[in-house]
């Protein structure tokens, strides 16, 4: 597709429970992000990769939060032993990289709530 | 503090009225991205600036690097900009490059 996507849209699960949340990218995106947003609150920051590495993971709240980028397009992330404090939406963008004037696009998030 | 602090946080505003929303950050940037959040959506980018001014429409970014500090300028507001307005900067350094720091957004809600 063109932009970039995000499944699923809406994800309800029970505490303590293992999810994973997926981020297809723009093609030819070698950057890609993770983003939290909590109710009322601005994006914050959870991990970046380059290409197939991530390159910053310094936004993962604890080691419950997990993601990969195995090929370099799609990336997951996964959440295991979900709490109530997990939901939120989770935001993915993807930009080029190495060019100054590059770009976020972002997808449409996935709504995550644990009950 | 925050790094990234955008003033109001809530905006209520008649349509037809010249809008004004504020940024301020106190960290070195490649760019700021002004982005546009509708409820239950993703986020739209509006504009991003590494310096001066663009104009979109009847959208209007600023930015002065010296003072740290961006206005996003809505003129004729329409109730259909009701969103949530969010100021975002990039970083610049080593392994965090590209990596966005958010404001908490301004709620804009424009009535008839």
């Known amino acids: 597709g063109a932009g970039v996507s995000q499944t699923p849209s809406n994800k309800v699960t029970e505490k303590g429970k293992y999810v994973e949340l997926r981020c297809d990218p723009i093609?030819?995106?070698?950057?890609l992000y993770w983003y939290r947003q909590s109710l009322g609150q601005g994006p914050e920051f959870l991990i970046y990769?380059?290409?197939?590495?991530?390159?910053?993971d310094s936004g993962l709240p604890n080691d419950r939060f997990f993601a990969v980028r195995p090929e370099g397009s799609v990336s997951t992330l996964k959440i295991q032993r979900t709490e109530r404090g997990d939901s939120a939406v989770y935001l993915c963008a993807s930009s080029l990289y190495g060019h100054r004037d590059t770009e976020a696009f972002f997808g449409q998030g996935t709504r995550l709530t644990v009950v | 503090k925050n790094e990234v602090e955008q003033s109001p946080q809530n905006l209520t505003a008649q349509e037809g009225e010249f809008i004004t929303i504020n940024c301020s950050y106190s960290v070195g940037i490649s760019a700021l991205h002004w982005l546009q959040q509708h409820p239950g959506g993703g986020i739209v980018s509006l504009f991003m600036l590494s310096s001066g001014k663009k104009k979109h429409g009847r959208l209007i970014a600023t930015i002065n690097i010296q003072e740290k500090h961006s206005s996003l300028h809505i003129t004729a507001s329409h109730p259909r900009d009701s969103a949530v307005y969010i100021c975002a900067v990039r970083s610049h350094r080593g392994t965090s490059y590209g990596k966005l720091t958010f404001g908490q957004g301004t709620i804009l809600t424009v009535h008839p």
């Open positions: 990769f380059q290409g197939t590495g991530a390159a910053d």
């Open positions: 093609s030819g995106h070698t950057a």
